[in-house]
């Protein structure tokens, strides 16, 4: 195989938890189906279990414990983004993964990081913002739910999406099932979008989203032709 035209992509993997996005991702870089690397896992919680498997991968992995920000109840999210910030950029990412990174950012971290942050969230945003998505898609009864991969702003779970994918909730599903089958989706459609990043076929410029040249003024939806 012949070596790929451009570096790869240097990626800094943020999560809080079990890291199967993560995992995904690492795996298509691992493959070659992916230009990139992931060159550091940073973890909020010291016993994510993403943080364990990178580790035992060969892959950085860095605990910033943002229990030790807390202190009387209260939460120094300046001090905490300001280590997070730090191991960011010893990293010297060109993206900033967030795989199931349980924190709210600031807008002045989000600035910093500007069309280099991504997100996938568990909804067909804009519908479903926030937490515990596959809980409130079945009790308002939908049929359909899914996920979104967006570039972050500083609105929560406002940034442009690039790529939904859907799926059915069946009769009988509960949270678990749905989250599962939701997962699914995820771990393609995450990979798929720093592909096209890494192909330089989708770009932020300066706020807006241009893929393969051409302004994207809606999501575009994942099928098994979306590469
Ligand atoms: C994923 O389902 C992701 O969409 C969700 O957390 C899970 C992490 O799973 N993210 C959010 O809810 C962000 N608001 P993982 O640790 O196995 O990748």
Known sequence: ?????????????LISGRGSNLMAIAAQC????????????????PEAAGLGWAAAQGIPAQAIAATQFRADGVFDRAAFEQALASAIDAGQPDLIILAGFM??????????YAGRLLNIHPSLLPAYKGLHTHERVLAAGELQHGASVHFVTAELDGGPVVLQASVPVLPGDDAASLAARVQTQEHLIYPQVIHWIAEQRLQWLQGLVVMDGQPLLMPLQWTTEST
């Open 30 to 45: 691992a493959n070659g189906q992916l230009n990139a690397r992931t060159v550091l896992v940073i973890a909020d919680q």
């Open 103 to 112: 924190r709210v950012l600031s807008a002045g971290f989000v600035a910093r």
């Open 1 to 13: 195989m012949s070596a790929p035209a451009v570096a790869p992509l240097r990626l800094v993997v």
